[in-house]
């Protein structure tokens, strides 16, 4: 098993990132009663996501989990580590608060991210959301919904 906080994820690889995340998202939205909201996206993901190999990612990343030591060298604590897409630790870090634009800018300095990630933000922190939901429910299950409404297929 694989954890991230206090909720059990399940670690088992898949063939391709589409057919990942699709599991985990459709295994923590059946947790939490968001399956209605959040099928339509995961039947989406490869039309959503240009995934490649995986990147090796830390898997909890929030501002409780950076440590500022005595030369301001930041530390990273508490991971949940798995190879994913690239976008999905900055995504995460953002959710619960900005990301300096230093931060950003090395980190794409290092890592370019492919054209639109700023549109998929808030898809990557869908997962995060639902984690969330799982653990707490209360607002972060409005949250969700509301990410998973912006990214379900449009109604004609």
């Known amino acids: ?22 599991g985990r998202l459709l295994d923590l939205a059946g947790r939490c009663g968001l399956q209605a909201e959040v099928a339509p ?29 005595t030369a301001h060298q930041p530390w990273l604590i508490d991971p949940s580590f798995h190879g994913g897409h690239p976008e999905e630790d900055l995504a995460m870090l953002a959710l619960f608060g900005p990301v300096p634009d230093r931060l950003l800018g090395a980190y794409l300095e290092l890592h370019p991210l492919a054209d639109g990630w700023r549109q998929r933000v808030q898809l990557w922190q869908l997962y995060p959301l639902l984690v969330h939901t799982v653990l707490f429910g209360g607002g972060y299950r409005a949250q969700a919904a509301a990410a998973a409404r912006r990214y379900a297929p449009r109604r004609r």
């Open 1 to 22: 098993a694989s954890w991230i906080g206090g909720c059990r994820v399940d670690p088992a690889p898949a063939p391709g990132g589409a057919r990942f995340y699709r």
């Open 41 to 69: 996206v995961a039947d989406r993901l490869d039309e959503l996501v240009a995934f490649a190999d995986p990147a090796p990612l830390h898997g909890d990343l929030w501002w409780g989990n950076v440590l500022w030591g």
